[in-house]
Every structure is written in structure tokens, then in C-alpha cells.
């Protein structure tokens, strides 16, 4: 059963436009969130984090809003550039182990 | 940032060899390693958690002796993929988390893979 879900494997988005990836999670005892991002044969990169006590934080292009009432949180990303081609990760942790549980992912393709 | 070193990114090796793959952690202290494999478009599988100076825990239906790991210091952490198989082929990542992040939320740092291809 996938406790982190991923439902659009990908997503096209025009070069200056905003970028919104979803992600759902099913397990309550979820309380920290994270963004990756990964190139081909790399391994993934980063890219920011919640825990479950905000329901925003922002770095630079890149804000995560969490809704927990809905078990459901995004990734935004404005404004996109090509160089944000790649596959993004939603992945989540809980307390007790802080083991992550990873979506499937989606690919983003900023076209110029 | 931290930065988490994997090595070696490729090995093309006979069916039979072992192989062992090193990760280290260049600029933080790691007690907690992980392991993951990923196959063609399909997410990372977590294959097992790797403890400083303490055994893995290994991840349902992951074979121990067929994946054998050591996490000899807070720096370093080694798979060693023994008797490899044409189906142990795969994409492996490792990844660590500063000790800090037992308890205290930490993000995990990735290597950048190695592809294994066993003839």
C-alpha cells in the first residue's frame, strides 16, 4: 500500500511559469516532509523540507505548503526554469523510526 | 551543504564477483546509513538502514547475506553485493543523515549512485 502518492507521473510547464507538484499521504504519524529532486543516474538532490508543526516554508523558488487536515502537501516552484527539468520526489518520515517513505515521483519538464 | 561521497558511480563485473560499494560522509557525522535500490522508473526501495558500530537492519525481503554491510565508522558505510547475479543489477544510492537527526527532524544526503551491471 503506497503511503505517499505521487498521482501525476509527469508535468509540463512553460519556462516563467509556477510549477505545482502534488503529493498525498495516507499514514497520520507522518510529521516531517521532504522535496528531492533527481537528474538521471544521480542520486537525489535535496531540496527543502517541512515539518508537520508549519504548513509553509520557503527557500528561495521553492515553497512547500502543507495541509494536514487533508493529509496533502505541494511543492511550488516560481519562476520555473529549464534547469528545473527533472524527476521530483515527495518523501515523509515519522517520529518513531524517521525512516523515509518516497513517492513514485514526478517528472517536470520546463520547456523554454 | 552536506555533501555524501559514493564510489565507485560504475562496475561492469562477471557473474560471481563480489562487489563493494563506499559511502562516506565528507563534511558531517553519520551513525545512520541507508542503502537503496532503485530499478528503471520505478521510486528508490530501501533496502537497509546502516547503524555505526552496530548491525543493519534490513528491509523485508532483502537478503542479509546476499547484501552484506558495514558501518565501521561515523564516516563510512560499505555494501558489499556478494556472488553477484545478471538480476542484482541494478542502480544503488546510498544515503546519510547527520547525527543529529535521531530524534531532531534531518534531511538525508545522497551519493550519487553506483550502476552495477553483472554479466
Known amino acids: 500500500d503506497q503511503q505517499v502518492k505521487q498521482n501525476s507521473p509527469s508535468l509540463s510547464v512553460q519556462e516563467g511559469r509556477i510549477s505545482i507538484l502534488n503529493c498525498d499521504y495516507t499514514?497520520?504519524?507522518?510529521?516531517?516532509f521532504l522535496w528531492y529532486k533527481k537528474y538521471p543516474a544521480e542520486g537525489p538532490t535535496f531540496l527543502i523540507s517541512?515539518?508537520?508543526i508549519k504548513d509553509k516554508n520557503e527557500d528561495g523558488r521553492f515553497t512547500v505548503f502543507l495541509n494536514k487536515s487533508a493529509k496533502h502537501l505541494s511543492l511550488h516552484i516560481v519562476p520555473s526554469q529549464p534547469g528545473d527539468s527533472a524527476v521530483y520526489f515527495c518523501?515523509?518520515?515519522?517520529?518513531?523510526?524517521?525512516?523515509?517513505?518516497w513517492g513514485l515521483g514526478t517528472s517536470l519538464a520546463v520547456n523554454p | 551543504g552536506a555533501v555524501v561521497s559514493q564510489h565507485p558511480s560504475r562496475v561492469i563485473c562477471k557473474s560471481g564477483t563480489s562487489v563493494k560499494i563506499e559511502c562516506r560522509s565528507l563534511?558531517?557525522?553519520?551513525?545512520?546509513m541507508f542503502w537503496y535500490r532503485q530499478f528503471p522508473k520505478q521510486s528508490l526501495m530501501l533496502m537497509a538502514t546502516?547503524?555505526?558500530?552496530?548491525?543493519?537492519?534490513?528491509e523485508q525481503g532483502v537478503e542479509k547475506d546476499k547484501f552484506l554491510i558495514n558501518h565501521a565508522s561515523l564516516t563510512l558505510s560499505t555494501l558489499t553485493v556478494t556472488s553477484a547475479h545478471p538480476e542484482d543489477s541494478s542502480f544503488y544510492i546510498c544515503?546519510?543523515?547527520?547525527?543529529?537527526?535521531?530524534?531532531?527532524?534531518?534531511?538525508?544526503?545522497f551519493g550519487d549512485g553506483t550502476r552495477l551491471s553483472i554479466l
Open positions: 544515503s546519510a543523515r547527520d547525527s543529529e537527526g535521531t530524534t531532531i527532524a534531518q534531511p538525508q544526503h
Open positions: 499514514n497520520s504519524m507522518f510529521d516531517y
Open positions: 518523501a515523509a518520515s515519522a517520529r518513531y523510526n524517521r525512516k523515509l517513505i
Open positions: 546502516s547503524n555505526e558500530g552496530s548491525k543493519a537492519t534490513y
Open positions: 563534511d558531517f557525522q553519520a551513525t545512520t
Open positions: 517541512i515539518s508537520s
